[in-house]
């Protein structure tokens, strides 16, 4: 599964959540801390020619520990923006 693809799946999610005027209050995903290769891309790039490198899983691909990382700051990233954007509405900005 490409890690692009949980990423829009994610920002979609919290984007027609905003949309329909409520806050996205967290998301569950299939993680580990382990350096698994059963998610492609993410910064340290792994392929489809990687993946059997060290695929575990036996049901849903799992992100690893520098994919987990990486989302989890880009997702604080949006959330902080969507609540700098209601702080502007509120003050009139």
Request: hydrophobic share 40%; net charge negative.
């Amino acid at each position: 599964r490409p890690f692009s693809r949980v990423l829009s799946e994610v920002t979609d999610f919290m984007d027609i959540v905003r949309a329909e005027g409520a806050y996205p209050g967290g998301i569950h995903l299939e993680m580990t801390g382990d350096n698994v290769t059963e998610c492609t891309g993410g910064a340290i790039d792994v392929t489809d020619e990687g993946l059997g490198a060290n695929y575990a899983t036996h049901c849903d691909p799992r992100l690893n520990g520098s994919q987990s990382l990486e989302l989890a700051f880009k997702i604080a990233k949006k959330m902080k923006a969507g609540r700098d954007e209601i702080r502007m509405a509120a003050a009139g900005l």
